[in-house]
């Protein structure tokens, strides 16, 4: 076997301790030193390439997203739509694709407990025959902003307060009650479904809308949905939830590793809802909108394929710390839209991950795709990629490599003024207040007290109060004057 063809790898390992530059440690219990007691010598190599590694043992952690766990397993496609996309995992029924999972929180530290109301995040990394193909979504089907030029700003409002360092609603009440297009996502985020059981047990949403395009250039708009075949279980109070995250803050990441382990393999449906952008105008909201959900009853689901997990990871740095997700990372057949905050996230999310790990970070093997792939991609840090070519452009006549077959894109023609503007169908009140009317007395009281605790913090003025209880009230009178009431204001219009 050529060793200049081996990745590095734990497979290949030698029955001896070495350097990282593969030289026999035969003693790795003692510093060497001037004689028994000291002092140290620093020629000790090993010494100082070990406190130097395990100096550098931590990678900046994410931003958002940082607490998380993973799994492996495969998706089966299960119904032919083949009529909507050229997608090669979806080319028929019973076709499998090899994937990796990440759960995660989204707002807290990687360390923080797993039962904080918070959004839970379910990333999907597929490795299909024809490159990567990363789907992303949240336990809600919904954002709190629909322009991502606000992203750093309600993340740092949900985020501690820099100088207690402490998480606080009375910032998070501030920064959203500027605005009103919020009470979707909080609409579910004080709601029960707040705060999943665990991940098994967790819905996912893709949140942002995609695009199908099928091999005659056919394009419709599309959101993908997961639902877990064990069912939706979530932690219905506040004590409940300290009562788990007392005696395990990594309840969730247990939950799914030991289910794993047991043999126990979770699983989930995926389904599809699609719209004819021909039809875009038909609706009472923006079929873009990462704020509005597509109603259900009239655009339906379609079952496309199911997600089991039936391997846990081998190493959690390897494949949690280090896999990476990106938007912007589809495969022929699926493409983005015009989703503004979409748009914005293929470019954010490639750049975090640059900054984080390094610019070769799709080299690393849990990252990288299974498919053969090549590019003029070179050098830069910590590029490990084993080259013997002497052309490192395109094209050239020494260099048979050529561009791959044409696939179809959308291909609609986009005209319009440069502005800052907000989209014209906003609508910010319909949909939460239906979901709010949706549900039984008990679960309508809950979300009420929720939000009273939220609004009794001292620190929210009445100004703000004024603000919630009148987006309330445009949702759904009665929630209006229930708050008023509780809180004793009236709504500010």
Known sequence: MDPYKLLPSTTHNTPFMTTNAGAPVWNDNHSLTVGSRGPVLLEDYHLVEKLAHFARERIPERVVHARGASAKGFFECTHDISHLTCADLFR??????????????????????????DPRGFAVKFYTREGNWDLLGNSIPVFFIRDAIKFPDVIH?????????????????????HL?????????????????????????FGVQTFTLVNKNGKVHYVKFHWKPTCGVKCLTDDEEAIKVGGSNHSHATQDLYDSIAAGNYPEWKLYIQTIDPDHEDQFDFDPLDVTK??????????????????????NFFAENEMLAFNPGIVVPGIYYSNDKMLQCRIFAYGDTQRHRLGPNYLMLPV??????????????????MHRDEEVDYFPSRYDP???AERYPIPSDVITGRREKACIEKENNFKQPGERYRSWAPDRQERFLNRWIKALCDPRVTHEVRSIWVSYWSQADRSLGQKLASRLNVRPSI
């Open 157 to 177: 409002a949900f985020k501690p307060n820099p100088k207690s360092h402490i998480q606080e609603y009375w910032r998070i009440l501030d920064f959203c009650s």
């Open 367 to 384: 990252n990288a795709p299974k498919c053969p792939h090549r590019n003029n991609h070179y050098d830069g840090f910590m590029n490990f």
């Open 180 to 204: 009103p297009e919020s009470l979707s996502t909080f609409s579910w985020f004080f709601d029960d479904v707040g705060i999943p059981q665990d991940y098994r047990h967790m819905e996912g």
């Open 401 to 403: 490599t050529r561009h």
């Open 293 to 314: 959900w597509w109603p259900e009853d009239i655009i339906p689901l379609q079952p496309v394929g199911r997600l089991v997990l039936n391997k846990n990871i081998d």
């Open 92 to 117: 028929a029924p019973g076709v499998q694709t090899p994937v990796i999972v990440r759960f995660s929180t989204v707002i807290h530290e990687r360390g923080s407990p797993e039962t904080l109301r």
